[in-house]
């Protein structure tokens, strides 16, 4: 049976194709469209979900939408509703939005796919939760989605046992822990529903010196774990804005405006939000564990991309195990809404999931698609093949060379997982700021993360319990690993952490070991391979590109094909042109 | 016109009319009350007290038959220039869009509802309900 999941028109649209209740391809459309954080009609990510599982759409038995259109257009004309007249622009930007295609989705499944099956619609919040808990290996377990907002929900307590999953509690629009967040990334002058991690990696470089007035005049919390938003001072649910001008007074500064210089006070408002977000959470955590005997929870939700937050989480303790979707956005709920129709709509058993299935996207290895060597060849771009390339690599890294590391499939998600990577060594204090500067073209305030070989990061970082494998949560640095790897420790002592074993990913561990073998260090810089502004590599033109225009020294490709900036390039410049990204 | 304001000054203010004001304010705040509560059930503030407030209010300044007259004879007088029905529509409008938020701004006879101790809400989805849009 053929399960294709969509999400779609919000922000990153994504497909995802479930096979006999086996997740065989995902994909967000943006990688494909190379449009950040695309939300159109994810039509290229559907096609390429099909490839990838070598089927055709007049295969597929079901399509599920991950919500509910109706209801989530009933919140919104509620909402524009009781804020006229000062919704009338929210009203003419949302309205034509929907009367010209979100309501008619089914019509659009129809015709671009030409599918006559069935079309099913899951609510938000439960895709969520069935992406987290269906793809934890728990057979029980309490979820918790936090989000910005689905139809009306933003925040749900609820159960998963075996197949069934339900949620129990919810909080309602416009009181939101997302759009909370999201309000003061835009006062501390970054993009809504882009910008939000970097207002997390802002944070500990200041003091949380406006938690009191965030709590005496944004929001309320009740000791069972819900809280209230103060919607005199947020703007959301009348205009366009997230924030109004009582907000900006409360503070005493005006907004920061994009791309201006970032001064003490931003980050102190950074670090409070944060440290706001952190012990609300957790407070919600407390209720959740106190309604059920569940010692298990999993977490989805927008929300919960905040990896500071998971850390306090997990050191809590107040579960005994924990899992982080690693595609908690909405991108996700396209495999949350395959894995309902599969288990709640055709009743039928759980298959164990892995984090192999992480790695979903496109793919150089399938037999349909042209072979790595056929497209070097076709673009006349030069490579060698080195006989032992993971030695040889480690010894370039090792010597400060910058590599992009295009491997096999591409990671499902926002985190390069060591086959979408760009790698550098841990060991040098400035590459922090070389690959900001130089090949990410992004704020120098911004961290980069480890990936570190599974068995000796307990040596490094303070571990609990929870999977460290998918950059889901930081860990604190043990005394003295800031001295061997100071590149990926963040001004806070910590470090959003990927382990790496054999099994989840073979070709990166082996590259991780001889780094090791070489150098002693366990560990290799890995950020994710695009420049600022640009979705994730995905195919090998897209690498070869970002390659070409950044000071990135090498390019490996599927563990074999190795492109340095000293072979003969320009026929292949000519043939590759750059491309400008808007920021993000 | 000028005639027609002395008529109304003229004439005396009887049982009748006064029955009559207290009567449209009793509708008003009837109305009020099925639309808000009954029809609509808009889960916002609780304007009960600020009804009863002004309708105790209103009735005082009738019952004190100097003031009271005073206001029925402009109440007369203008129903007598655009009609009893339309002028009650007029002043249900005012009543209700103006004075009523206007008690609700300044908290006057606000009802006082007990400081909520959450804010979560029951899961209302249907989880199996996949066929629907909404």
Redesign the interface.
């Known amino acids: 049976m053929n399960i294709l999941g969509i999400s779609a028109y919000y922000h990153d649209s994504a497909a995802a194709l479930l096979q006999d209740g086996v997740l065989k391809a995902a994909t967000q459309e943006e990688r494909l469209s190379r449009i950040k954080h695309d939300k159109s009609f994810p039509l290229l990510a559907i096609h390429e979900c099909l490839l990838m599982s070598g089927i055709e759409a007049d295969q597929l038995d079901c399509v599920i939408y991950y919500e509910k259109p109706f209801l989530k257009l009933e919140r919104i004309i509620d909402t524009i509703t009781t804020g006229i007249p000062k919704s009338f622009s929210h009203f003419f930007t949302a309205i034509p939005l929907w009367v010209k295609s979100r309501l008619w989705i089914t019509n659009e499944i129809r015709e671009k796919l030409n599918f006559k099956g069935e079309i099913l619609f899951a609510n938000h919040h439960e895709s969520h939760a069935a992406a987290a808990f269906y793809s934890s290996s728990f057979t029980d377990a309490t979820i918790i989605t936090l989000d910005g907002v689905g139809e009306y929900a933003t925040t749900t307590i609820g159960y998963g046992s075996g197949t069934e999953i339900g949620i129990s509690l919810e909080q309602h629009f416009p009181h939101s822990l997302g759009l909370l967040y999201s309000a003061f990334t835009q006062y501390c002058g970054f993009k809504v529903n882009s910008g939000e991690y970097k207002l997390m990696g802002l944070a500990p470089y200041g003091k949380p010196l406006y938690k009191q007035i965030i709590y005496d005049h944004l929001v309320k919390v009740y000791p069972d774990g819900s809280y209230q938003l103060n919607m005199k001072y947020f703007d959301y649910t009348e205009g366009l804005r997230m924030i109004n001008s009582r907000f900006i007074n409360l503070f005493g500064r005006p907004m920061r405006t994009h791309e201006s210089n970032m001064d003490s006070f931003y980050m102190d408002v950074a670090a409070s939000i944060q440290e706001v977000i952190e012990e609300i959470v957790l407070k919600l955590v407390v209720a959740a564990r106190s309604l059920s005997e569940r010692s298990n929870v999993v977490f989805a939700g927008g929300v919960m991309l905040n990896c500071k937050l998971n850390q306090k989480i997990v050191e809590a303790q107040i579960f005994k195990n924990h899992y982080f979707y690693p595609c908690p956005g909405d991108a996700g709920s396209a495999v949350g809404a395959a894995f309902l129709a599969w288990h709640n709509y055709y009743k039928k058993e759980r298959i164990n999931f892995s984090l192999q299935e992480v790695y979903l996207g496109t793919d150089t290895s399938n037999p349909q698609s042209e072979s790595v060597e056929e497209c070097l060849t076709r673009l006349q771009c030069p490579f060698v093949q080195p006989h032992n390339i993971f030695d040889d690599i480690a010894d370039q890294i090792s010597q400060g060379k910058i590599v992009g590391w295009f491997n096999g499939r591409m990671e499902f998600g926002p985190r390069a997982l060591g086959n979408r990577s760009i790698l550098a060594d841990p060991r040098r204090a400035e590459m922090k700021n070389i690959l900001n500067d130089k090949i990410k073209l992004r704020e120098k305030f911004r961290p980069f993360a480890p990936a570190i070989l599974e068995d000796k990061a307990e040596e490094f970082f303070h571990l609990h319990h929870t999977k460290y494998n998918t950059m889901m949560v930081t860990a604190a640095a043990k005394p003295g690993t800031d001295k061997i790897m100071p590149a990926v420790i963040h001004e806070d002592g910590t470090a959003r952490i990927q382990t790496v074993s054999s099994i989840d990913n073979p070709d990166f561990y082996k590259l991780l070991e001889s780094f090791f073998l070489k150098t002693g260090c366990p560990a290799l810089i890995n950020t994710s391979f695009n420049v600022r502004g640009e979705p994730i590599v995905s195919s090998i033109e897209d690498a070869l590109r970002t390659f070409l225009y950044t000071e990135i020294d090498l390019l490996v490709i599927d563990s074999r094909y190795v492109i340095s900036k000293e072979m003969n390039l320009e026929i292949i410049k000519n043939q590759i042109l750059p491309k400008v990204y808007e920021d993000d | 016109m000028t005639d027609l304001l002395r008529n109304v000054q003229d004439r005396k203010i009887c049982r009748k009319d006064r029955i009559q004001f207290a009567a449209v304010l009793l509708v008003f705040a009837g109305l009020f009350f099925y639309m808000k509560y009954v029809r609509y059930d808009v889960p916002v503030e609780d304007f009960i007290w600020e009804i009863a407030g002004v309708l105790v209010l209103l009735s005082t300044i009738v019952l004190f038959k100097s003031l009271g007259n005073s206001i029925i004879r402009v109440w007369l007088l203008i129903s007598a220039i655009i009609g009893k029905i339309i002028f009650s529509a007029l002043l249900f409008i005012v009543y209700f869009l103006f004075l009523v938020p206007l008690f609700g701004a300044i908290k006057l006879f606000t009802k006082r509802s007990p400081e909520?101790?959450?804010?979560?809400?029951?899961?209302t989805?249907s989880?199996?309900d996949?066929?629907?849009?909404?």
Do not use: D, E, L, R
Request: hydrophobic share 25%; charged share 20%.
């Open positions: 909520p101790t959450t804010n979560w809400s029951k899961n989805a989880i199996n996949y066929k629907k849009m909404g």
